[in-house]
T-cell receptor
């Protein structure tokens, strides 16, 4: 099956800093989503982005499908951005999402 | 509009018992998927159901089973519980199955602890 690798595994920032999270995947995909998991376990949709670039407030994402990677940018980070960020992909052969291991982000005041 | 709902929120069972978890998809969504998330890891796919039929199954033993009802809600059953089944069980819904450019929406999950 498809492999999904996220980096870095852990990231500690001061409030106001910018960060870039990376997701590499091993095969062509139909779907790529970025999620934020809050401390209560809820997975919150950030972006559906199988290709191209999208922006939503302080967050933006870029997927380069031909090179099999996606980047999530967080600007002017806030303490509420803390949590685990997951990248998940759907293979062209099926409809299941395969998740990476996540990036644990901690934003300190 | 209500999002994906799951019940119960928390559950404690002992080894060997059986458990049933429930999920109601977003109104109008016909596809429901189940994922298991062990502490410190990303969610792992268990099942997908569409129009009451199983459309995909992950690498889980036969102790895991599921079904989907005519109203598109779903149940996940786990028999003969093991300590390793302790996890957050997540349900996701999407409007249709297999379409390109389809987003999955997740519920809050059920935390299962097996003692």
């Amino acid at each position: 099956g498809i492999q999904v690798e996220q980096s870095p595994p852990d990231l500690i920032l001061q409030e106001g800093a910018n960060s870039t999270l990376r997701c590499n995947f091993s095969d062509s995909v139909n779907n790529l989503q970025w999620f934020h998991q809050n401390p209560w376990g809820q997975l919150i949709n950030l972006f559906y982005i199988p290709s191209g670039t999208k922006q939503n407030g302080r967050l933006s994402a870029t997927t380069v499908a031909t090179e099999r990677y996606s980047l999530l940018y967080i600007s002017s980070s806030q303490t509420t951005d803390s949590g685990v960020y997951f990248c998940a992909v759907e293979e062209t052969s099926g409809s299941r999402l395969t998740f990476g291991e996540g990036t644990q982000l901690t934003v300190n005041p | 509009d209500a999002g994906v709902t799951q019940s119960p929120t928390h559950l404690i069972k002992t080894r060997g018992q059986q458990v049933t978890l429930r999920c109601s998809p977003i109104s109008g969504h016909k596809s429901v998927s189940w994922y298991q998330q062990v502490l410190g890891q990303g969610p792992q796919f268990i099942f997908q159901y569409y129009e009451k039929e199983e459309r995909g199954r992950g690498n889980f033993p036969d102790r895991f089973s599921a079904r989907q009802f005519p109203n598109y809600s779903s149940e996940l059953n786990v028999n003969a519980l093991l300590l390793g089944d302790s996890a957050l069980y997540l349900c996701a819904s999407s409007p249709d199955r297999g379409r390109v450019q389809e987003t999955q929406y997740f519920g809050p999950g059920t935390r299962l602890l097996v003692l």
